[in-house]
Nanobody
Framework: QVQLVESGGGLVQPGGSLRLSCAAS????????MGWYRQAPGKQRELVAA???????NYADSVKGRFTISRDNAKNTVYLQMNSLKPEDTAVYYC?????????????WGQGTQVTVSS
């Protein structure tokens, strides 16, 4: 089994910053892509940012230039640095990882962490 544990969410004023972390643990042979998704009330879950094991990144247009995704492969951890936050960034943020436990890759999700941007 594999667990993804997120941390770092909270309440922040517009223009502020937050850093999310997600650590994968359990039966892990290798991790391919890792990413962050978010879901606002009444909306579908959407990709925020993703990063491959080699460090290639992909961002939603709405966060380009404000958010930065990074990972520490030795710690099986992915980060999301969020700057210049806007009220429309308010959502539950979910970590995702494509994990190989020895046979094939399986998609895993974290439990979600709330990010609220409000004055």
């Amino acid at each position: 089994q594999v667990q993804l544990v997120e941390s770092g969410g909270g309440l922040v004023q517009p223009g502020g910053s937050l850093r999310l972390s997600c650590a994968a643990s359990g039966s892990i042979f290798s991790i391919n892509a890792m990413g962050w998704y978010r879901q606002a009330p009444g909306k579908q879950r959407e990709l925020v940012a993703a990063i491959t094991s080699g460090g290639s990144t992909n961002y939603a247009d709405s966060v380009k230039g404000r958010f930065t995704i990074s990972r520490d492969n030795a710690k099986n951890t992915v980060y999301l640095q969020m700057n210049s936050l806007k009220p429309e960034d308010t959502a539950v943020y979910y970590c995702n990882a494509d994990v190989n436990s020895g046979s094939y890759y399986i998609d895993y999700w974290g439990q979600g962490t709330q990010v609220t941007v409000s004055s």
